[in-house]
Nanobody, 126 residues
C-alpha cells in the first residue's frame, strides 16, 4: 500500500519560510490527489491546501492563502508545501494525505483520503 512520508518541518521565526515535502517510496504521486492538513495543540485537524491528480489547480484555506503554495515536482515524485510569512498560529503538526484520482467532494473532508503520512512538526516562535 501507499505510505506517505512528510519532511521539512522545524523551528522558524515569525515571518520566516519552510518547505514541506510529501513523498512515497516506490510510488509516483502523479495519479494521486494530495492535500495538506495540520493540527495545532488543542485544535481540530484542518485542511490547509489541496491539488487534484489532474490539472494544475490548487486550493487553500483562507488562513494561508497568499502565503502558502502547493506544488508537484516534474517527475511526480513529491508534493511540496512552500510556507512563507509564517505566523505563530501556523504552529502545528502538518500531514499530507492522498487518494487516487480526483476527489469528488469537499477536499477539506479528511475522510475522503485513503493514505496519510506520519506528520512533521512546524513551530513558529520568536
Amino acid at each position: 500500500q501507499l505510505q506517505l512520508v512528510e519532511s521539512g518541518g522545524g523551528l522558524v521565526q515569525p515571518g520566516g519560510s519552510l518547505r514541506l515535502s510529501c513523498a512515497a517510496s516506490g510510488f509516483t504521486l502523479s495519479y494521486y490527489s494530495i492535500a495538506w492538513f495540520r493540527q495545532a495543540p488543542g485544535k481540530e485537524r484542518e485542511g490547509v491546501s489541496y491539488t487534484p491528480s489532474s490539472g494544475s489547480f490548487t486550493f487553500y484555506a483562507d488562513s494561508v492563502k497568499g502565503r502558502f503554495t502547493i506544488s508537484r515536482d516534474n517527475a511526480g515524485d513529491a508534493v511540496y508545501l512552500q510556507m512563507n510569512s509564517l505566523k505563530p498560529e501556523d504552529t502545528a503538526v502538518y500531514y499530507c494525505a492522498g487518494r487516487p484520482r480526483t476527489i469528488g467532494g469537499d477536499w477539506r473532508n479528511q475522510r475522503l483520503y485513503d493514505y496519510w503520512g506520519q506528520g512533521t512538526q512546524v513551530t513558529v516562535s520568536s
